[in-house]
């Protein structure tokens, strides 16, 4: 039975999805409330342009597509002219119904390594080029379409398992639909879950191989001729890659620092280095006291931490200690090192933001900062030394992915920490004819980006503000006043809204919104509205400091 | 014999089944009927269960054996024992 908060995932492809459907983890279907629905292609298209008033939208819509599946009796010549446009009609209406819209395209060969006729167009000149074609817009769908991914594009030999297309109509193996729905899953988990923020890595069989405090930094395998270092590099590189898609990471190891600093600098094979992580415990303090310092000087929660670690006692104590942070588990070989980063989703952000590409500078920028801070005689000092410059926008077209990336990831400082998807935030703006304005700043030692944002709306003279969102990383520089002050200024300037009212949802974690509404006057103000004028003049003096641009 | 003979493909079987429809398990899934009269599990999840059981068999046993054909020709209805029991007896006779 359809649960009213189920997310429908919708499949399409050959008669297999049928069985596809079978080797969904029940308990991940469960937790997730997914309901999932099966089509054959030939029903697609008219089913996906019905979509939006039939059925609503959809989570996920998968598209396993064979060029076959593109004729209707699987002998028709196709121009590939005709395929593209008939094929990129369905890729953009698909990506406009759906949240996470993903294309599995494989290359149907039969077992003597030509491309298939039973899958593709029977005119064998035809073949290469109209498998091209839809290879080119299954490119441009993922360029256009910022929720769209692709998978499978393996060779697959079509002829292998006649008796299972003929049993069961399926060109798959029953390990291979196990492999696509768990491919399925993750990509669900990636989209749709919380992402972790920072990892925190152990270094001694973790990150190369051997003890350095034992086996002597000269001895370590990293890299080389030889199986294991190699395994211990491509771990680093493939760190490398998620930190700058925008992973913090981290270091907690029982070793002497000075050494640990000294290989990590000179090591030719070391692919990370020392500016690649954001905080360095190596030290003999437990690794728990070590996480628990680390949240308090980031100002992050250890809900949003993930550990590595090749030791079973470590990761045991410390999953028992902290509950809520995710700890990769492997059996100690670099090759399970490797496949627990690589099969951890949460580790994994589907949309990349320019943000999420600077958070590790920032994070040593704010090192910098804060030596500043302990100098300084007071907080506003300290702000008016830091240079700051803010950048007001009123485009929510172009700031969406940032936007709906900090409503779902922020705790602390979110009012009503409400979590919608892109289109349904993008569906909320227009029906409440809410404005968006966002704030990036930057300052003498860097790029904070784009740190906050605010929506409102003004309705019988009251400006209702409705989210409003910042990021830790950037709390108590006046930057939280500063976007209020926007707030304030443009619903002045419609000329109507006399005063200011905001809804708040106390949350366990968002303390610091719940204490700046209070020293604003928004707390409880959704019964009665503040003076919008007087807040305005008020925030103005507290962001004497900042210079402002594009307001 | 009893069903806990054929303990490893009576295992692989009642594993894939767990997967692919937990729901239709009963208490005694041995006595579960796969084929035949007053069977209750949907045609799709039967062949399913009968693909991945040989797939399990030809790539970790190396053992070919064409359990559609097999299940069609045992007499019905085939409790799920009875098929391991069954497919169990077919192998130490190949």
Redesign the interface.
């Known amino acids: 039975m359809k649960r009213a908060d189920s997310k429908p995932v919708l499949l399409y492809g050959d008669w297999y999805l049928d069985s596809l459907k079978l080797y969904f983890n029940k308990t991940f279907v469960e937790a997730w409330g997914l309901e999932i629905i099966s089509h054959e292609f030939s029903t697609f298209e008219s089913i996906i342009h019905n979509l939006e008033t039939t059925e609503g939208r959809s989570a996920v819509i998968y598209v396993d597509l064979s060029l076959g599946s593109l004729t209707s009796t699987g002998n028709d010549t196709l121009e590939q002219d005709q395929i593209g446009e008939r094929v990129r009609t369905l890729f953009d209406t698909a990506a406009s119904r759906c949240d996470l819209f993903v294309l599995s395209l494989p290359t149907l060969v039969d077992a003597s390594g030509l491309l298939s006729e039973n899958y593709v167009c029977a005119s064998n000149t035809n073949e290469l080029s109209a498998q091209s074609r839809v290879y080119e817009e299954v490119v441009q769908a993922v360029k256009v379409h910022k929720n769209a991914v692709a998978v499978n594009a393996q060779i697959k030999i079509a002829d292998s398992n006649l008796k299972q297309w003929v049993v069961q109509k399926s060109r798959y193996s029953t390990s291979e639909l196990k492999t696509q729905a768990r491919v399925l899953e993750r990509l669900i988990e990636r989209a749709f879950g919380k992402p972790v923020k920072l990892l925190i890595c152990d270094l001694d069989n973790t990150l190369w191989g051997g003890v350095i405090g034992d086996d002597g930094p000269q001895n370590l395998r990293l890299g080389g001729h030889d199986p294991i270092g190699e395994a211990y590099r491509l771990i680093q590189v493939k760190l490398r890659s998620l930190k700058d898609k925008g992973l913090l990471l981290a270091v907690s190891s029982k070793n002497d620092l000075a050494t640990v600093e000294d290989f990590i600098l000179n090591s030719p094979e070391m692919i990370l280095r020392k500016d690649d992580f954001i905080s360095m415990k190596c030290n003999w303090n437990s690794k728990a006291e070590n996480i628990v310092e680390m949240a308090r000087e980031l100002n992050l929660s250890i809900d949003d931490f993930a550990f590595l670690d090749d030791s079973p006692a470590e990761r045991a104590a410390l999953a028992a200690q902290f509950p809520s942070m995710r700890v990769l588990e492997n059996d100690g070989t670099p090759y399970s090192i490797f496949e627990s980063i690589s099969a951890c989703p949460s580790l994994h952000t589907l949309a990349v933001t320019s943000e999420d590409k600077l958070r590790s500078g920032f994070y040593l920028d704010e090192a910098k900062r804060l030596g500043l801070k302990s100098v300084a005689p007071d907080s506003s000092e300290w702000v008016k030394s830091l240079g700051i410059r803010a950048t007001i926008s009123q485009d929510f077209d172009e700031d969406s992915s940032r936007v709906v990336q900090l409503l779902n990831k922020t705790n602390q400082f979110n009012a009503l920490t409400r979590r919608l998807t892109p289109a349904e935030m993008s569906d909320w703006m227009k029906t409440a004819k809410a404005t968006c304005i966002t704030v990036r700043a930057q300052d003498r030692y860097g790029d904070y980006g784009l740190i906050g944002f605010a929506t409102f709306f003004v309705e019988n003279k009251v400006l209702a503000l409705v989210d409003f969102v910042f990021s830790c990383r950037a709390m108590s520089r006046n930057l939280e006043e500063c976007l209020l002050l926007q707030v304030c200024t443009a619903g002045l300037a419609r000329g109507d809204a006399l005063g200011i009212k905001a809804e708040f949802a106390e949350t366990a974690k968002n303390k610091p919104a719940k204490v700046f509404y209070e020293k604003y006057g928004l707390l409880g103000s959704s019964e009665r509205a503040s003076d919008v004028k007087t807040l305005q003049c008020r925030l103005q003096v507290m962001c004497k400091h900042i210079n402002v641009i594009g307001a | 014999m009893s069903d806990h003979d054929s303990l490893s493909i009576y295992d692989q079987a009642l594993n894939t089944l767990s997967?692919?429809?937990?729901?239709a398990i009963p208490p005694n899934p041995a006595q579960l009927i796969i084929y035949g009269h007053g069977g209750t599990l949907e045609s799709?999840?039967v062949?399913?269960l009968i693909?991945?059981l040989e797939?399990e068999l030809s790539?970790r046993q190396n053992l070919k054996i064409d359990l559609?054909k097999f299940l069609a020709q045992l007499s019905q209805p085939v409790t799920l024992g009875q098929f391991a029991r069954e497919v169990e007896a077919r192998i130490a006779k190949a």
């Open positions: 997967e692919l429809a937990p729901q799709l999840v062949v399913n693909l991945a797939e790539s559609v």
